[in-house]
């Protein structure tokens, strides 16, 4: 039975100022995107559906976290409007301003995934809509032990990321380079079933927004194991 969120003693940590430089890295890249990247990708239904299938199983005013909520759009609106309370994490100052100037009823901190604290503050559903690529392998089951932990029992999960088999990167993106993983599907869902967390649907989409560069996304909705 998995624990709540511990740090493995055989583990090593990564150096805490190299992954500082990376995550400013990051950041500094999503700057560059901004409003662009809602541009690049407008055509977000398997997300949005994802969100519409979560509301069916939520509660009235669930407390909800989006994983790197980018501009609040379309996830952070689509749960306000539906009447969640929603606290976003994004770590780039851009596109916390145009998220907090798109959703101003939703709460978004400068905060990295592994910010995560369970001890902090629980929610009724957490949702990293192509968040988690955005970490190396080596971190993403640390990641994910955090996102059970700060579920309230039987709180649902859910995520998407793109079909791939990379670690960690670099590619370039709408003018600028970011780094990526991804998982065969087979291999995202043992990842994810190790953290704890019941698979109780999966959704894959086709996505080739402008006919070059085809992917298939993939979409769980996971429950907190006991």
Known sequence: M?????????????????????????????????????????????QEDCVRRLLTLLPPGAEVLDLGSGTGLPTARQLVSSGARVTGFEISERMLALARHNVPEAEFRKADILDLDPVEKSYDAIVAFFSLLCLPKERIPEALGRVRASLAPGGLLCLSMVEADLDDQPIPFLGTEIRVSGYPRDELRSVVERAGLVIEDERAVAYDPDGENPEVQVFLTCRRGA
Request: hydrophobic residues 30%; without cysteine; negative net charge.
């Open 2 to 46: 998995p624990s709540d969120h511990t740090t493995d003693p055989h583990e090593i940590a990564p150096d805490p100022e190299a992954w500082a430089e990376r995550n400013a890295r990051q950041a500094e890249a999503f700057d560059v995107i901004g409003e662009r990247y809602d541009e690049a990708f407008p055509n977000k239904e398997g």
